[in-house]
């Protein structure tokens, strides 16, 4: 185990009070932490990922109130302690990953933004719902054109757009619910 490695565990633990405690935290780091790293490389391909799950399993280690009951009952329940906990972290950083999408992510650079570029017919095509959409909510009631410009162009909140028309936040609502529908439908209807 590199000393650098060793050090890098041991900073978190240093927030222990108690010397005894902190004494048998930095001795359970020493006794595991080899075990904890192998355990974790067959399980986690990213070495940064690995890194933050080993410190986290000590930091909440030092953070466990019944320690001694814990780690008393000998190395191999302690160790299978800790292999529980880096378990249930990696389970945890999965179901992030998921709710985050992570694995669909695109790095961008040069390359990718030049391949995403609409085509000539995409940019037309959009170019003509735009203007078509700018009729239908010019053919609105006049209330109801400004509540839906005010909430979606102007990013105001119904309670502010009520307070500036004078009307009610149900009022705002069913302006907006109203130019909605008429956009749907008449974008709708000239695309079939």
Known sequence: MSTKKAAATVIYLDACEDIRRHERLVRIVEEHEIALRRFLRIRLANRSDREEIVQEVFVRLCRHANLEDKVSRGVESTRAYLFKIATNL???M????????????????????????????????????LDQAVGIIDSLPKKCAQAFILSRFRGMS???????????????????????????????????
């Open 94 to 129: 999965n179901r992030r990953a998921k709710v985050r999408y992570s694995d669909k992510h695109e790095y961008f650079n040069d390359q990718t933004a030049a391949d995403k570029r609409p085509s000539v017919e995409s940019q037309v095509q959009t170019s003509q719902t």
């Open 158 to 192: 119904y309670r502010e757009i009520s307070e500036r028309m004078g009307v009610s936040c149900s009022m705002v609502e069913k302006h907006i619910s109203a130019a909605l529908f008429e956009i749907r439908n008449e974008l709708v209807n000239d695309h079939e």
């Open 90 to 92: 990696i389970r945890d």
